[in-house]
């Protein structure tokens, strides 16, 4: 068991002490007192306040495990073969089903217990401190920019409980919100004691810098920050290029092979564990083994054999289209992939097989080879995110370390705000470079604005399916005036479903001064 693994354990019995004395009363918003135990006993080492950190991560990794908020409103996914999709993916939430805000104000609550511990604590290398520090408020920083994008105006909550009393705030307005988010990512810039990424797994400059072109394109195309923002987006992803030079691994399927995590391209992502529960959220577009018995290639396809998978969600529709949309993707045949059952075979003796007859799906009775020369697609699957195959359980655990910001995505951001301000050869020379790393020639459409924006975002697609992008991404479009987001989104056609999430009743229902979403 490795020492990160261990000190994740060891929070575990903290955090646990912290949730007996300090409840959130399950909302993060109704807050009693800070305890005592966990204040004044607890912190009495650098090691504690690491323990925290570690523990704190943990909590930012479980917000940051799930497609709900994320692709599941988007056009990413079809109902897989066991389901059962959620209301956002159907378009049909209410105050009833939605989401609750309990797990990001808790965690916010471990974020702002941690910085406030870390800048009283008199560690002996200040450097250490300000990294922490620099962490704490970039987590803080990217779960509350979760909360704007996903319900608009949030509590704003910046300092952990203390006192003798109960207090009760209700919704921040959302620009005042992200002022606070991008102070906090200008703070945490300065603090950081080295410009470069010294472990993958945590966050560093280059990350907040990320974050930060991220915040910038959502402000500037959503809450009227406008062409100002969008060139700080160019500015700042510059700056990563600076660092970093933002390099692209050559063949698309190696940046998520999970042995080769923390590979170049990446530039922050959270750690998993063979061990740990619950599961990398990528096995919930995985199958078990006995649902595809029959498949002729299920070697090939990262199925478990007990009960680590889900097939809740598949690769969508318009996923695969806008993939055909370009010949010679090499992208789609990872990201969209099929268990396959023969129709049709023939025997091929050994000693002539070349594997051009078609594909080998066993050995007959004679020792022939046995090729399929017609087959039927059972449903879809993808490739990213498939786990690690253990062969000391002979079965797979997902495992796969979640992709916050990688090279990718940041040069297409570029090319998105490039594109927004007009500057059109930069946008597509950047959409270029992703294009031709995935086996695509140079864009040769239109050039008008619109028509590049749009194809940014197709690209966007292609790149980062199942990387908790495509729902803001088409959000950001369509409040851009890049689409109409109501015609693209099948499950919104016809609707006027609001485009933030509700706030649950069980929230409104705990704090009084929680304003419910118009349209619910």
């Keep these: 068991m490795n020492s990160k693994f261990k000190k994740m354990n060891k929070f575990s019995f903290i955090f646990l002490v912290s949730i007996l004395f300090f409840s959130c009363d399950d909302s993060g918003l109704d807050v009693e007192v800070e305890s005592s135990i966990s204040t004044a006993s607890y912190w009495s080492s650098s090691d504690d306040v690491n323990a925290y950190l570690y523990g704190c991560y943990d909590d930012f990794r479980d917000i940051n495990n799930s497609t709900l908020l994320f692709e ?9 073969d066991i389901g059962p999709t959620t209301e956002a993916w159907s378009q049909a939430m209410d105050a009833q089903s939605a989401p609750t805000l309990t797990g990001m104000y808790n965690a916010i609550y471990h974020f702002n217990s941690l910085y406030k511990q870390a800048s009283n604590f008199n560690f002996s290398n200040s450097s250490e401190r300000d990294d922490i520090l620099a962490q704490a408020l970039l987590m803080r920083a990217h779960t509350y920019f979760t909360l704007v994008k996903t319900f608009g105006d949030t509590p704003l909550l910046i300092s952990p409980y203390e006192g003798t009393g109960t207090e009760i705030i209700g919704r921040t307005p959302k620009a005042e919100v992200m002022s606070q988010i991008i102070s906090d990512i200008d703070n945490a810039i300065s ?18 810098f990320a974050l930060k072109a991220d915040v910038l394109l959502w ?6 920050g406008g062409e100002s923002d969008l060139k700080m987006v160019v500015e700042v992803i510059d700056n990563v290029e600076s660092i970093t030079s ?9 940046i998520f092979n999970s042995s080769n995590k923390k590979n170049d391209e990446i530039i922050f992502s959270l750690y998993f564990d063979r061990f ?6 990528g096995s919930r577009t995985k199958s078990v083994l006995q649902n595809v018995s029959e498949a002729y290639n299920k070697s090939d396809l990262s199925l478990t054999a007990g009960n680590e998978a889900r097939h809740v969600y ?9 993939y055909e949309k370009n010949d010679g993707d090499l992208r789609k045949d990872f990201n969209i992939v099929y268990p396959k059952i023969a129709v ?13 007859q078609g594909p080998n799906i066993g050995l007959a009775e004679n020792g022939n080879v046995r090729v399929a020369t017609e087959s039927r697609n059972l449903f879809r699957m993808t490739k990213k995110y498939s786990g690690t195959y253990y062969n000391d359980i002979q079965d797979y655990r997902y495992d796969d370390d979640t992709i916050i910001y990688r090279s990718a995505d940041l040069i297409l951001m570029r090319a998105e705000a490039n594109a927004g301000i007009g500057n059109i050869s930069e946008a597509i020379g950047d959409l270029n470079k992703i294009r031709n790393r995935s086996g695509i020639s140079d864009y040769n459409g239109s050039q008008d604005k619109i028509s590049v924006e749009n194809e940014i975002l197709d690209e966007r697609f292609r790149e980062l399916f199942l990387e908790l992008k495509r729902w803001h991404d088409l959000v950001r479009a369509h409040e851009w005036g890049s689409l109409d987001i109501y015609q693209k989104i099948p499950n919104l056609v016809g609707k006027s479903v609001p485009l933030n999430f509700p706030i649950s009743n069980s929230d409104i229902a705990k704090n009084s001064l929680l304003i419910q979403n118009q349209g619910y």
């Design 344 to 356: 049709s075979e023939i025997e091929v003796p050994v000693d002539q097989y070349d594997g051009s």
């Design 191 to 208: 603090l950081f004691s080295s410009d470069n990424i010294i472990n993958k797994n945590f966050w560093s400059k280059p990350a907040a």
């Design 276 to 281: 740990e529960s619950p599961r990398q959220y």
């Design 219 to 224: 402000r500037g195309k959503v809450l009227d």
């Design 246 to 254: 933002l390099p692209l691994l050559q063949d698309y399927s190696s």
């Design 314 to 322: 598949a690769p969508s529709d318009e996923l695969l289209a806008i």
């Design 72 to 80: 599941d409103r988007s056009d990413a996914f079809k109902p897989g």
